[in-house]
């Protein structure tokens, strides 16, 4: 099993730019999440899924939307990128949603000038 | 509402013992513990329910103490390998909306 997988590793973009962070899970998770991590803080949750077609905003949504078609699947698309949205960004996935073990994937750095 | 975590930084040598202590202002369901080396993606350690159920790392040991809404890792006879920054995330009740993280403590254990 691949686990997470995210893509891209790094990214840099223009302020106004758009750009869609691609997750995909191979362990038939139900839940995937995905979180923010600003440099020397913790992770903020941003959207969640607890399945295929249920999606839900999180802590710090704005800014960004998701979507979930697959159980594989969760992509987090940013639009009109802005210099606040410079973080790392990972997705996580878990078997149930309270009581199990979120897998993190490696992460996305992203850069906006 | 953020749990607060403490201390923010701890220096230890190889073989000395840690506690790391994660508090909420809320009642807790659950209380998670991850640690992330730098650079890294985070990384499991351990559950602790309401009830007292536990899932996690054999070598790691935690407390909840739900009426004080606290929880406290347990990092004993500490090895090279546990440096990294350690996270605290609590959930309020079933079906919450996932996980709220602390900001972190940053260990580093020198040889």
């Known amino acids: 099993n691949a686990g997470v997988t995210q893509t891209p590793k790094f990214r840099i973009l223009k302020i106004g730019q758009s750009m869609t962070l691609q997750c995909a899970q191979d362990?038939?998770?139900?839940?995937m999440y995905w979180y923010r991590q600003d440099p020397g803080m913790g992770l903020k949750l941003i959207y969640y899924?607890?399945?295929?077609?249920?999606?839900d905003k999180g802590e710090v949504p704005n800014g960004y939307n998701v979507s979930r078609s697959t159980t594989e699947d969760f992509p987090l698309r940013l639009e009109l990128a802005a210099p606040s949205q410079t973080s790392v960004y990972f997705c996580?996935?878990?078997?149930?949603?309270?009581?199990?073990?979120?897998?993190f994937g490696p992460g996305t750095r992203l850069t906006v000038l | 509402q953020q749990p607060v975590q403490s201390p923010q930084a701890v220096i230890l040598r190889e073989g000395e013992d840690a506690v790391i202590n994660c508090s909420s202002s809320?009642?807790?369901?659950?209380v998670h513990w991850y640690r992330q080396k730098h650079g890294e993606a985070p990384v499991f350690l351990m559950i602790?329910?309401?009830?007292?159920e536990q899932k996690g790392h054999e070598k790691i040991s935690a407390s909840f103490n739900e009426k004080k809404q606290q929880s406290s890792l347990y990092l004993t006879a500490s090895q090279l390998s546990y440096s990294g920054t350690y996270f605290c995330?609590?959930?309020?009740?079933?079906?919450?909306?996932?996980?709220?993280f602390g900001k972190g403590t940053h260990l580093i254990i020198q040889p």
């Open positions: 996580a996935s878990s078997y149930q949603q309270n009581t199990d073990t979120q897998y």
């Open positions: 362990m038939n998770h139900n839940y």
């Open positions: 899924s607890v399945g295929a077609g249920i999606t």
């Open positions: 809320k009642a807790l369901y659950s």
């Open positions: 602790l329910l309401k009830g007292g």
């Open positions: 995330g609590t959930e309020i009740g079933w079906g919450a909306d996932g996980l709220t």
